[in-house]
Each structure stands twice: as C-alpha cells, then as structure tokens.
C-alpha cells in the first residue's frame, strides 16, 4: 500500500505542471512518453538505491530518510514557475516531468518497497494524469498549485521520517 501512496506522491507534479500548458495537439504522445519514462527512470532509481542499499546495508534507512526528507524540503521551499520554462517538444516535456522520478524512487529502493508495485503504480498514474491534465486542460491558480507542490513535500518528508523511525 505504501507504494501506491509513494507513486501518488510522485506523480502529483505532473498534474500540476500539466496542467499549466496549453497543448493542442500530440496530447496522448506527450502522456504516452510522460508514463514511459515514469516507469523507466523510477526503475533505475530503484535499481541505483538497491545497489546502495547492499553497499550500504547499515545505513540505507538513515540515507533513505535523508534523500526523501530533502527532496520534501526541495518541494516545499521551491519558488520556481513550471510555467515560465519554456520546453518544446513532447519528448522534452516528458522528460522535464519525470526527471524528479529517478531521486525520489532511489530513496524508495534504499527502502526496500515493493519495485514492481511502485513502478506500475507510477506508470499508470502518470498516464492518467498527465493525459486528464492535458485533455481538460484544468486551471489552477498559482496558489493551489503551490499548496499541491508543498502538501506533496510534507508527505514525502513525513514518509522519510517514518523510514528513519522503521
């Protein structure tokens, strides 16, 4: 179950940043490549975060709940507009969305969650999204968008505590 709540958590951005653009056409490319690499990059981070869990056995909850602890705080103190980046291309913008997906998943890989569990989860969430933010193309203001942003780092700032705490 906590990997459903992980690739929920770390799918919330593209809603967000989805939601923003203004995509007439290529729709389903831009959220076909945005679930690809949602599943290709939290791989590797899982793969990279179990390679350093078996060489650092001892202190993978600790760097676990470091990384996710930090990535939370990055979320929550980040002031940047998604929407003044000017990205063209649905390759470019996929992989603007999902590049965060490798960090996140390697802390969840330090923590040994289920991988498969996680990586479907965030494949088929970041589909979803991504393709309902762009086909309803939903406003949000600047300040629900933020509150998003930083609800989600206080999630993964509370999952970072209880990995230190487990």
């Known amino acids: 179950m906590i990997e459903i709540i992980a690739a929920s958590v770390t799918t919330i951005d593209i809603l967000v940043?989805?939601?923003?653009?203004?995509?007439?056409?290529?729709?389903?490319?831009i959220a076909l490549w945005t679930?690809?690499?949602n599943v290709a990059f939290p791989l590797l981070g899982f793969m990279a975060g179990e390679l350093s869990a078996q060489l650092f056995s001892e202190w993978s909850g600790?760097?676990?709940?470091i990384l996710l602890g930090l990535i939370g705080l990055h979320m929550i103190l980040q002031e940047d507009d998604?929407?003044?980046t000017k990205v063209t291309g649905p390759l470019l913008i996929a992989v603007a969305v999902s590049l965060d997906s490798f960090s996140v998943s390697m802390s969840f890989g330090l923590m040994h969650l289920n991988k498969w569990l996680?990586?479907?989860?965030?494949?088929?969430?970041?589909?979803?999204?991504?393709?309902?933010?762009?086909?309803?193309n939903v406003t949000m203001t600047p300040h629900s968008r933020t509150g998003?942003?930083?609800?989600?780092?206080?999630?993964?700032?509370?999952?970072?505590?209880?990995?230190?705490?487990?």
Do not use: D, N, Q
């Open 62 to 65: 600790i760097l676990s709940s």
């Open 148 to 166: 998003l942003r930083r609800l989600a780092g206080v999630v993964l700032i509370v999952m970072g505590i209880l990995s230190w705490i487990s």
């Open 35 to 37: 679930a690809f690499l």
């Open 118 to 136: 996680f990586i479907v989860s965030t494949g088929v969430m970041s589909l979803v999204l991504s393709y309902f933010a762009l086909r309803m």
């Open 82 to 84: 998604p929407s003044e």
């Open 17 to 29: 940043i989805y939601t923003l653009l203004h995509v007439r056409k290529r729709k389903w490319l």
